[in-house]
Nanobody
Framework: QVQLVESGGGLVQTGGSLRLSCAASGRTFSNYHMGWFRQAPGKEREFVAAINGRDGNSRYAASVEGRFTISRDNARNTVYLQMNSLKPEDTAVYYC???????????????????WGQGTQVTVSS
């Protein structure tokens, strides 16, 4: 089992940057595929980015491709989401999640992730 704690959210102007961090407990962090999702008021939770636990390959939602970068530091049990060129439509609660699948995967489906953090608010002002 793993516990996840996000940090780094806040208020930023359009065009600004933020870096979210997600610290994980446990000794097997490198075995987990990690993802970032977000949920805006009145909307469903949506995929943002994922990074594979086997080879570090990543994938992104089309809406953030080229602006956001997901990375992980297995020695620190931490996954990051660097967000640049932020837009008002990026405003949401951002969640990190862990997928314990024992095979290669970078899933966009939140149902594949067994563990979730509490979320961190990101607000982008226009």
């Amino acid at each position: 089992q793993v516990q996840l704690v996000e940090s780094g959210g806040g208020l930023v102007q359009t065009g600004g940057s933020l870096r979210l961090s997600c610290a994980a407990s446990g000794r097997t962090f490198s075995n987990y595929h990690m993802g970032w999702f977000r949920q805006a008021p009145g909307k469903e939770r949506e995929f943002v980015a994922a990074i594979n636990g086997r080879d570090g390959n990543s994938r992104y939602a089309a809406s953030v491709e080229g602006r956001f970068t997901i990375s992980r530091d297995n020695a620190r049990n931490t996954v990051y989401l660097q967000m640049n060129s932020l837009k008002p439509e990026d405003t949401a609660v951002y969640y990190c999640a862990a997928d314990p699948a024992p095979y290669y995967r970078s899933s966009t489906n939140p149902k594949d992730y067994d563990y979730w953090g509490q979320g961190t608010q990101v607000t982008v002002s226009s």
